[in-house]
């Protein structure tokens, strides 16, 4: 499956799940993580930060779209974050944990 239909199976599933008024969601998959893989999160209209349940169609398009680009990159990531404003403007950010990137970095 392609990127674009990985991102575009969040996006909507956001879009469909959050009932309320909303300014950003974001869905993050952490394969080494010993609590959910998988977590997601939107703030609200008043800043607060609720937590939300997702597809696993969401789980699964977050996973492939972090294995994908793991499969194409010497990168040591340990997440994706997937970011969405209701605009509909998103990115996709991936991370190392910041101990290893330091000693990466002083490499």
């Known amino acids: 499956m392609e990127l674009q239909s990985h991102y575009q199976t969040i996006g909507q599933s956001l879009y469909q799940s959050i009932q309320q008024p909303w300014l950003s969601a974001q869905v993050s998959f952490q394969p080494e993580s010993t ?36 499969q194409k990159s010497n990168e040591s990531w340990q997440r994706v974050v997937f970011f969405i404003t209701r605009d509909g403007d998103f990115k996709i950010d991936f991370q190392q944990d910041a101990q290893e990137h330091d000693l990466l970095a002083s490499s």
């Open 35 to 70: 609590d959910d893989k998988v977590q997601a999160s939107f703030v609200c209209k008043n800043q607060k930060v609720n937590e939300l349940d997702v597809s696993k169609a969401v789980c699964e398009a977050i996973e492939n779209i972090y294995y994908q680009a793991k």
